[in-house]
């Protein structure tokens, strides 16, 4: 017999053992009912009793944990489904314009593929972890600029501030990517001169705060959060729900700002 074969035996067991002291109790009942004692009966009626609530405890026990792990596995279902939304509309536009470059500017061109490489890389086998080091997160956020830097033809003033009192702590990934994305996607991308992303990220043992400014082009400015925002909120719902605070506003200066607080 197989050790598989021997753990399923005892487990059939377990689950038999509730009906079983059921069974016993009902036959002692019965014969007693004839042959025992009186005052025996109300002890074996009693040990019923027991034996029944045991097995409804253990009823209810077991679907209680198969909620649970069906709830798990919606929840784990709907971040993979979310995390597979982050990047294609900027892994798009590069891969779009090293096709231009290629024959432009080959030594540009091939620093493009290796920052995109290592970006995508990063997307396809960490973005798919439950958790990753902040470091991590911070190198992906520096080579995505990098590539916005090498990708446009206007200069654009983008400062990131990192103050991080232990780069180990844990995150989830491709939470702070979102927030960039937005700023360059509707704010870079539409104005011709004088753009500007200014990032800050302050993280402590218990508190990560992000926050991230950008101007952006009026005229366009659309009110309803894009399909990343969105993307956004309900992965912080699903895995930091009531740890985390989110602020989004823009001003009539046409400044965006997003402000991230994470308990963790």
Known sequence: MTLRQKLLNKQFLKRLVPYFFIVITLIIVVFNDFFGKEEDYHIYILLFFISMMVWMIRWLVIQIKYILRLKKDKTQAELMHLKSQVNPHFFFNTLNNLYGLVELNPAKAQQLILKLSDMMRYSIYEGQKDWVSLADEITYLENYMDLHKMRYHKTIDIRFEVDVEDPTIKIMPLLLIIMVENAFKHGVERLRKGAFVYIRLNATL?????????????????DNPGIGLNNLKKRLELVYFKKHELEISSTSAAIYKISLKLTL
């Open 206 to 222: 218990k508190h990560i705060d992000f926050e991230i400014e950008n101007n952006f082009d009026a005229d366009e400015q659309i």
